[in-house]
């Protein structure tokens, strides 16, 4: 079945506790990106990256760390988590193809920072 | 730079009334648009999407939206409303670097 996996699914943890959130999809595409949803701002995209060994900033980058070593995995790492990092995070991925074509969203992490 | 206005953050419907869900976007290049159901507890689903084929799109369902160009929008509509309906749905466009721009998102309620 092509899917999205993200673990953990839900994480509670401390200010400063380093975490990382696992993001693998087994399509075999280019493209993956991390999204933040809050109440009332959608979602906002906070990382993305074309292929192996390439990715960029988003629109909210600040406190968060990727790494695409391996084509399947794309890893949202949080060095030093603050409250403000609470949030649903999703992992999406999609084919380098057309601009129409669809992206595929995993199931979401509910992250909660005390 | 693309931006979507998803007017309506509550919408409440009866079940079996019209349910019309507003979004106009901004984009200066052809834009690609794609509506997208979260509910509760679970990812994002497409619904549907305009890829400049047509511009009234079918979804899944029962879904529509229809593209004008001349008005910026693409509201999504399904006739009569099922409790099943009630989700949070998301309007977004497509940008040259693949990125999806969402808009707010705007909740549905179906009410018996």
């Known amino acids: 079945e092509a899917q999205v996996t993200q673990n953990p699914r839900y994480l509670i943890t401390v200010t400063g506790k380093k975490l990382t959130v696992t993001c693998s999809q087994n399509?075999?595409?280019?493209?993956m990106s991390w999204y933040r949803q809050d109440p009332g701002l959608g979602l906002r995209q906070i990382y993305y990256?074309?292929?192996?060994?390439?990715?960029d900033k988003g629109d909210v980058p600040e406190g968060y760390k990727v790494s695409r070593k391996e084509k399947r995995n794309f890893p949202l790492i949080l060095e030093s988590p603050s409250p403000n990092q609470t949030s649903l995070y999703f992992c999406?991925?999609?084919?380098?193809?057309?601009?129409?074509?669809?992206?595929?969203f995993g199931p979401g992490t509910r992250l909660t920072v005390l | 730079a693309q931006s979507v206005t998803q007017l309506g953050s509550h919408v409440s419907v009866s079940e079996g009334a019209l349910v019309l869900l507003r979004c106009n976007y901004s984009?200066?290049?052809?834009?690609?648009l794609f509506w997208y159901v979260q509910y509760p507890n679970q990812g994002l689903q497409l619904l549907l999407k305009?890829?400049?084929?047509?511009?009234l799109v079918k979804g899944i369902n029962g879904f529509e939206a229809e593209f004008k160009k001349s008005e910026t929008s693409f509201h999504l509509t399904k006739p009569s409303a099922h409790m099943s309906d009630a989700a949070e749905y998301f309007c977004?466009?497509?940008?040259?670097?693949?990125?999806?721009?969402f808009g707010a998102g705007t909740t549905v309620t179906v009410r018996a």
């Open positions: 999406a991925s999609r084919v380098a193809g057309p601009l129409s074509d669809t992206q595929y």
């Open positions: 399509m075999n595409h280019e493209y």
């Open positions: 990256s074309m292929n192996v060994e390439v990715t």
């Open positions: 984009s200066s290049v052809p834009p690609y």
């Open positions: 305009y890829t400049s084929a047509a511009t």
């Open positions: 977004a466009v497509s940008s040259n670097d693949y990125k999806l721009s």
